[in-house]
């Protein structure tokens, strides 16, 4: 998946989150990623807490002023 993430082939993630932090392991994304902005098309909660996300890309990163979302 780095290999793909390099080469900007990836236009969507998805994601499993547990709520447990290992301190250590191996980094999802390398150094070598491409910079890309993505957004979040859906995302469902386990009672457990485990948060399943799926994003699409949407072009290149945007900065600016951060919003929270109530």
């Known amino acids: ?4 993430l390099a080469a900007g ?3 969507e993630l ?3 989150i ?4 290992l301190g250590r392991g191996k980094r999802l ?3 070598d990623a491409l910079a890309c902005a993505f957004t979040l098309a859906h995302s469902t909660a ?5 948060l ?5 890309r949407d072009g290149e990163v945007r900065t600016g002023a ?3 979302v109530a």
């Not at 998946?1 to 793909?4: A, C, D, G, I, V």
């Not at 547990?18 to 932090?21: A, E, K, N, S």
């Open 46 to 50: 386990t009672p457990g807490g485990m």
């Open 29 to 31: 994304f390398g150094d």
């Open 14 to 16: 998805r994601l499993l």
């Open 1 to 4: 998946m780095r290999q793909l």
């Open 9 to 11: 082939l990836v236009d």
């Open 18 to 21: 547990y709520p447990v932090m």
């Open 66 to 68: 951060f919003e929270e």
């Open 52 to 56: 399943m996300a799926r994003y699409l």
